[in-house]
């Protein structure tokens, strides 16, 4: 054949027909010694993405080079270079590609054919061959004579064969010996036979180990059906581990998994109809009832049930159930009278819990219904979308002991939330039907009592009222009788009645309090009561229905109304709607009509005390004019009753700094109520002033009422009292130090300073008898602890005089630079620190008020407190810094020596309180004592932390107030409400 391949250019002749290439199932082109297309069949075409014509001609390396990848476009040049063909694995498009390049006249063909299916093959192949070598069994594989040919990896291990080739062709029936031969013999004939067999007998391994095995023979047939060769599946049981387990051939997995898939696929397909149905079931059902009886007979039937059930559950009771299938006595009684919830113990489990209940045996479960043949069932509650429980769906099965599978439970689950929908959405028109009834009472009801409310100008009596509605009701609810009861004592009073005219009398007659039932726990509840049950009879009729509804005004209860039904049983929700309304809207008409009462009284009140008592009543509108002006106090401004009305607020008062700018009447105006002192300069006159906004139907302030009281007297009375609370105070707390001061002298008189007149005494004696016993040298002794002891004694009776001069020295009060305090105390300790290592940290501290000589003995108490307790440190670090506050500035004296117990803190500023020995450190326990002292005296507090073992900082504070003590002698003492 000769093909053309482009203008003026032929291509070689072919051998084969081009009708032949282009009937090969695989792709096929040539490519001359250009390596240009010079024919190509149409799967090639169709590989290449082009047209058989567009591709003749063209270069290979030009089309499509993703299609045959790297390393098939370099083995193209390569055959034309070597002649020799080469065949090179390649994948597009998701395929596996096997292309064949062999040599071809001067050129190269090409033959690329879809080996995915082959390459799925051998790759499943080598999975099954992998799992057989792993495979803990001996798989043998002989010819029909019973020679081995192959055995796996895992049979050659359990068989302890190192290498196969020492048993390859030898006769399986030889490894057997005795009884088991002959078994090994039939097994084989059978399987020749086409015939699987199983047997167990014992022989040794390859190298001689004792063993049982469990053996299968099978027949291996071709693609006919003939049998071509035998395998054999030995299986060591020696340990009899696994007796009871049976290996099945690979076939009958095969089988199992197959049947069990297509016992799966028809469940899924049954169910998937049951769920279309149900679907289809809740597009066309329009109530609950409706939905059981199209979806149950579905149901039951893809759950092969012999029975199903719908049933709804309102108040604790099985409404009359919908029932499918088998119905039994017991169930039809259900059907007929309703069942209590908690007479069925699996509905009940299953509402308690808000799960799903699956029971293999439901009689043994507890099941009601014992008179049903012994089945499975399962409970599913139906919930609405928003989680309450309407019911449940019960479905049985005449099998026991059969699990329910997941995909039933799914279905059983699906078709509960089916029904759940239905429910609520039929639920959701009886809801919007039943309001719409109620709002057509409420209107009615609304209608009827415009009529009471129409003329409050006129009639204001609450009674009349009451007596209008009870009217009202009457004419709403014909067959009733209505009664209006007040508590008064003891009794139920009936107030006023409505009704039947030959009714009204009967039971209408006072009741005691206590023994009304319903009137007695409406008037304690606040809640209407209905009652449905008859409760008495009365002439005429029978009192069907009852009701008690608190009539309340301002929030509290005021009476009861009670109404009775004669004939009809039961309240409907519009009769609830029509009394509930009508109660209300009479308490809020009594409200009004009270209100209105009191308007008046109220007004009348206000002219008689805004004319008596000391207080200015004024009204303004959004301009600051006064539009009311009434008050005694008028009289104190200089002012006339009504002289101010039509007047601006800001230019009557412009000469007063409190009030010419109008900032109080405009924060009123912008809605804020406004509570403050005005002082009118004039006068000398304090009024505390209320501004009140007074907001109109859409919430605008229009209009600000104020109310002032003349406070002139009582301000100054007050200033007068907190001044002598704070001197008080103050007395109370130098009386409290003085107390505690008077009892560590006391303390130190009786102990203190008794312990050197001892020793003074003691050792005296001694000095005298070692004088006597001419002991000069013990005598010395003696006495130098006689000197010892009288130096204590001066050293502590001088502490004391200095807290006593921090006492009653007078304080003279001036201005106290802290800083140089501090810079003559570092001054003071300074022969102390001779030899030792200080780190000063002094911030930078402010002037006080204050008096300089006994606030030096303060700082440098502390000074010297900090120098002595950081002794035994290598370097001392003491801080200085202060803290100033509005009214006072606190000092604080920071070091980092041995600390003490913060549980001691409050001992650390008592007299003669020590927390150290004399041998640790020296002192006498008055130096903290002087400090509180001092720092009382000037009206501040003093207070201590500490870190044992770390640090200690020591705090005081002075006030920055200038106040006057009623102490003698003190100059200008600070004296402020808080240190």
Not at 101 to 129: C, I, K, N, T, Y
Not at 158 to 163: A, G, K, L, P
Not at 572 to 596: C, F, K, P, Q
Not at 658 to 687: C, I, K, P, Y
Request: aromatic share 6%; proline share 4%.
């Amino acid at each position: 054949m000769t093909v053309s391949v482009g203008a003026g250019r032929a291509a070689p002749e072919w051998d084969v027909s081009g009708q032949l290439l282009r009937a090969l199932p695989d792709a096929v082109f040539a490519l001359d010694a250009e390596l240009r297309f010079s024919f190509v069949n149409a799967l090639a075409a169709e590989l290449l993405g082009q047209p058989e014509v567009g591709l003749l001609g063209r270069v290979w390396s030009e089309v499509r080079p993703e299609v045959a990848g790297e390393e098939v476009r370099s083995a193209v040049p390569h055959v034309l270079q070597v002649a020799q063909g080469v065949t090179v694995a390649g994948r597009s498009g998701g395929r596996e590609l096997e292309w064949r390049v062999f040599p071809l006249g001067s050129g190269v063909g090409v033959q690329v054919r879809d080996v995915s299916d082959v390459v799925s093959v051998r790759r499943e192949l080598g999975r099954a061959q992998q799992i057989i070598d792993e495979s803990a069994d001996c798989i043998k594989v002989m010819d029909l004579d019973a020679h081995l040919l192959s055995m796996n990896a895992g049979g050659m291990r359990v068989m302890e064969i190192d290498n196969f080739a020492s048993c390859r062709n030898l006769l399986w029936s030889g490894f057997w010996t005795g009884e088991t031969q002959e078994r090994v013999r039939a097994a084989l004939d059978r399987a020749r036979a086409g015939e699987r067999s199983v047997f167990t007998g014992e022989t040794p391994t390859w190298k001689g180990s004792p063993r049982h095995w469990e053996v299968q023979v099978a027949p291996v047939r071709d693609a006919s059906g003939a049998v071509v060769e035998l395998m054999a599946l030995s299986r060591d049981v020696t340990a009899r581990v696994r007796a009871e387990r049976t290996l099945k051939g690979m076939t009958g997995l095969l089988e199992q998994r197959v049947e069990e898939r297509t016992q799966a696929l028809q469940d899924a397909t049954r169910f998937a109809e049951a769920l279309a149905a149900l679907g289809d079931a809740l597009q066309q059902a329009t109530t609950t009832e409706d939905l059981a009886l199209r979806a149950l007979p579905m149901l039951g039937e893809a759950l092969g049930a012999s029975s199903a059930m719908v049933v709804q559950v309102r108040g604790g009771r099985l409404r009359i159930p919908t029932i499918w299938g088998e119905v039994t006595p017991s169930m039809r009684a259900v059907q007929s009278q309703g069942k209590l919830l908690s007479e069925s113990p699996l509905l009940s489990a299953s509402a308690r819990s808000g799960e799903a209940g699956y029971y293999e045996d439901y009689q043994e479960s507890g099941g009601s219904y014992q008179d049903l043949p012994p089945s499975a069932c399962a409970v599913e509650p139906v919930r609405t979308p928003d989680g309450t429980l309407r019911g449940f769906l019960a479905v049985w099965r005449r099998r026991t002991g059969v699990v329910w599978q997941g995909s039933e439970r799914d279905l059983l689950r699906r078709a509960a939330a089916t029904v759940g929908l239905v429910m609520e959405r039929t639920g959701q028109g009886a809801r919007l039907a039943e309001q719409n009834a109620m709002l057509e009472a409420q209107a009615r009801a609304l209608d009827g009592f415009s009529d009471l409310t129409r003329d409050f100008a006129v009639q204001r009596d609450p009674r009349a009222l009451i007596r209008q509605a009870l009217e009202l009701v009457q004419r709403m609810l014909p067959r009733s009788v209505c009664r209006y009861y007040e508590p008064r004592g003891a009794q139920w009073q009936l107030v006023t009645q409505a009704g039947r005219a030959d009714l009204q009398g009967a039971d209408g007659r006072d009741l005691q309090v206590g023994e009304a039932g319903a009137l007695d726990r409406v008037w304690a509840s606040g809640d209407p009561a209905f009652e449905s049950r008859p409760d008495g009879t009365v002439e005429g009729g029978t009192l069907g229905a009852s009701a008690a509804l608190p009539l309340c005004v301002n929030g509290a209860v005021q009476g009861v109304l009670s109404v009775g039904l004669f004939g009809q049983r039961r309240w409907t929700m519009v009769d609830r709607a029509v009394l509930e309304t009508v109660t209300r809207s009479l308490g809020t008409a009594i409200e009004g009509s009270v209100a209105v009462r009191d308007l008046h009284r109220t007004q009348h009140y206000l002219k008689v005390a805004a004319d008596n008592a000391p207080l200015l009543l004024f009204v303004t509108d959004r301009d600051g004019v006064f539009t009311l002006s009434e008050g005694s106090l008028l009289s104190r401004l200089g002012l006339q009753p009504g002289e101010a009305v039509g007047q601006s607020a800001m230019r009557m008062f412009a000469h007063e700094p409190d009030l010419r700018d109008g900032s109080r009447l405009q924060r009123a105006l912008r809605g804020e109520v406004v509570h403050d002192l005005t002082r009118f300069q004039q006068s000398g006159t304090v009024f505390q002033t209320w501004f009140v906004p007074v907001r109109d139907a859409q919430g605008d302030v229009n209009e600000v009422v104020g109310i002032s009281l003349d406070v002139t007297d009582r301000l100054d009375a007050q200033r007068q009292v907190e001044q002598a609370n704070r001197d008080l105070a103050h007395s109370n707390t130098e009386l409290r130090v003085a107390n505690e001061e008077l009892e560590a002298f006391a303390y130190s008189a009786s102990h203190d300073l008794r312990t050197p007149v001892r020793h003074v005494k003691g050792f005296s004696e001694l000095a005298r008898k070692a004088v006597a016993q001419g002991n000069a040298e013990r005598a010395v002794q003696h006495m130098q602890v006689v000197e010892g002891a009288a130096e204590r004694m001066s050293v502590l009776i001088d502490s004391m005089l200095e807290l006593s001069r921090s006492t009653s020295q007078v304080l003279r009060v001036g201005p106290v630079p802290l800083t140089a305090l501090f810079e003559r105390a570092r001054a003071d300790v300074e022969p102390d620190l001779q030899g030792r290592a200080v780190e000063w940290d002094v911030a930078d501290l402010p002037v006080v008020l204050g008096d300089a000589p006994t606030l030096q003995q303060v700082v440098t108490n502390l000074v010297a407190n900090a120098v002595k307790f950081t002794r035994r440190r290598d370097v001392t670090r003491i801080r200085v810094w202060a803290e100033t506050e509005e009214r006072y500035c606190r000092v604080f004296v920071q070091d980092n020596g041995v600390g003490f117990d913060p549980q001691y803190r409050d001992r650390l500023f008592g007299v003669f309180k020590r927390l150290h020995s004399d041998r640790e450190f020296e002192g006498t326990g008055v130096g903290l004592a002087t400090v509180r002292r001092i720092v009382l005296r000037h009206g501040g507090e003093v207070d201590a932390s500490s870190v044992p073992g770390e640090s200690a900082t020591f705090s005081f504070t002075v006030p920055r107030e200038r106040r006057l003590t009623p102490r003698t002698g003190d100059v200008a003492v600070p004296h402020p409400e808080r240190p």
